[in-house]
């Protein structure tokens, strides 16, 4: 149960930092963290997948050495890509909607989700419902309730939190961030932003991976347990 405490924190923050970087330009402080460390200043990983975004972040340290303001810059690259009508357009909609209709069928049902859920997001971002970044946070409330489910050992509310999260990702993440990411590796001018799609893309793939499992096995134990009830 220990581990499975861990683990869902770690879920959690993941899905909150990457929800973070998508709903807004990076921090003074996290562009200084670059410039002086490196991928090392994102997280650590070793495996196959995370040479990718390295090299990416690490081909950014360097631009990051040749910028006169750089909180500027990167406040540049991002309305670029992500709010100007020219530029990716990070929503649902866009890849769902025929039509491309903000705040059309595919945003409301996304909004409705979060209220099935009880789920309120906050007043003090303006983005609609259905931008990759509240939809990477809602996950990461999810995450949330899913760790205190664990701390107190409530099996049933924890079988349902995380039946929600394997629905959201199969009806509304899962469907479309992988190509908002591909844009994203394709329009970037910077590393950065290449590197934050690499991150959230392979992120994502080991989380409908690990969702998969955590049904099948939380579905296996409510019949054992019904079996020797």
């Known amino acids: 149960m220990k581990e499975d405490q861990t683990a869902t924190g770690e879920r959690r923050e993941m899905y909150h930092f990457l929800a973070d970087l998508f709903l807004r330009p990076p921090t003074a402080a996290l562009l200084a963290l670059i410039k002086e460390e490196g991928a090392a200043a994102l997280f650590q990983g070793d ?23 750089p909180v500027a810059e990167m406040e540049g690259e991002y309305t670029a890509l992500f709010v100007l009508p020219s530029g990716i357009l990070p929503h649902e909609a866009v890849y769902r909607d025929e039509q491309k209709r903000l705040g059309g069928r595919v945003t409301m049902a996304v909004a409705q989700f979060y209220k099935d859920a009880v789920m309120e997001m906050s007043e003090e971002c303006i983005e609609m419902p259905d931008h990759l970044g509240m939809e990477l946070e809602f996950m990461a409330r999810l995450c949330g309730l899913e760790k205190l489910f664990c701390e107190e050992d409530d099996q049933i509310s924890l079988q349902v939190c995380r039946a929600l999260q394997q629905d959201f990702m199969n009806r509304h993440l899962g469907c479309w961030a992988s190509q908002c990411c591909e844009a994203v590796i394709n329009e970037a001018g910077y590393g950065f932003y290449r590197a934050v799609a690499q991150i959230t893309m392979a992120f994502l793939v080991a989380e409908e991976e690990y969702l998969g499992r955590e049904q099948k096995t939380g579905k296996e134990n409510l019949v054992w347990e019904s079996a020797i009830a």
């Open 47 to 69: 495996d196959e997948a995370s040479s990718t975004w390295r090299l990416e972040i690490n081909t950014f340290r360097e631009e990051l050495k040749a910028m006169a303001d």
